[in-house]
């Protein structure tokens, strides 16, 4: 039971490239979320997903799309990536509203 | 918004000792509170929720408690051993249940 599998768990960037952070579950989780840790400000909520076709954002959405075209898969774009996206991002999913949230391993991404 | 407070100063104790954790939020009363466990360069893990409307919580050798006058939580881990070394998170619901605020987390050292 793999649970949710973030790919890749390291990546280095310069800034202005783009790239996409893969996030899985296969418990059939309709509650999906992406968040960023940075020392000193715990994670912060990024964009977040109640079901397939549908997404939202969270505290810090700027310069991060989503999409939710499966229950599975929840992927993170950087459109343009800056020094300021610099951190770890855990995707983590829920089984419905009010309940525990898994986390995958989390991606630390560095951009230069 | 939710802000969640938690004491950024490590926690030193010694093994067999009760560690006590405090968690303040400053807006609303959530309906749920959870409290995770993350080791370094990994995800946090789900330990326990408690809901407004319970008083306290136990799980093995962890307790939680939450206070809706406070506004707080306290969260116990008894005759503590090293291996309970990591940093613990408090986190809130939203009231629609369907997004997390998580507070900075506070660091968990246990010496034999």
């Known amino acids: 039971n793999a649970g949710v599998t973030q790919t890749p768990k390291f990546q280095v960037l310069k800034t202005g490239q783009s790239m996409t952070l893969q996030c899985a579950q296969d418990?059939?989780?309709?509650?999906m979320s992406w968040y960023r840790q940075d020392p000193g400000m715990g994670l912060r909520l990024i964009h977040y997903s109640v079901g397939a076709g549908i997404t939202d954002q969270g505290e810090v959405p700027n310069g991060y799309n989503v999409s939710r075209s499966t229950t599975e898969d929840f992927p993170l774009r950087l459109l343009s990536a800056a020094p300021s996206q610099t951190s770890v991002y855990f995707c983590?999913?829920?089984?419905?509203?009010?309940?525990?949230?898994?986390f995958g391993q989390g991606t630390r991404l560095t951009v230069v | 918004s939710q802000k969640i407070e938690q004491n950024s100063e490590a926690l030193n104790i010694q093994e067999g000792k009760t560690a006590t954790l405090t968690c303040n939020y400053t807006n609303y009363s959530p309906a749920y509170l959870q409290w995770y466990r993350q080791d370094p360069g990994r995800g946090p893990v789900f330990l326990l929720l408690?809901?407004?409307?319970?008083k306290e919580k136990r799980k093995e050798r962890l307790k939680v408690t939450f206070d809706t006058t406070l506004k707080q939580s306290l969260f116990h881990i008894t005759a503590s051993q090293p291996a309970d070394s990591a940093t613990y998170l408090c986190?809130?619901?939203?009231?629609?249940?369907?997004?997390?605020?998580f507070g900075g987390g506070t660091r968990v050292l246990v010496k034999p």
């Open positions: 408690i809901r407004e409307n319970e």
């Open positions: 986190a809130v619901l939203s009231a629609a249940g369907n997004k997390l605020t």
């Open positions: 983590a999913s829920s089984p419905e509203k009010n309940t525990e949230a898994f």
């Open positions: 418990m059939n989780h309709e509650y």
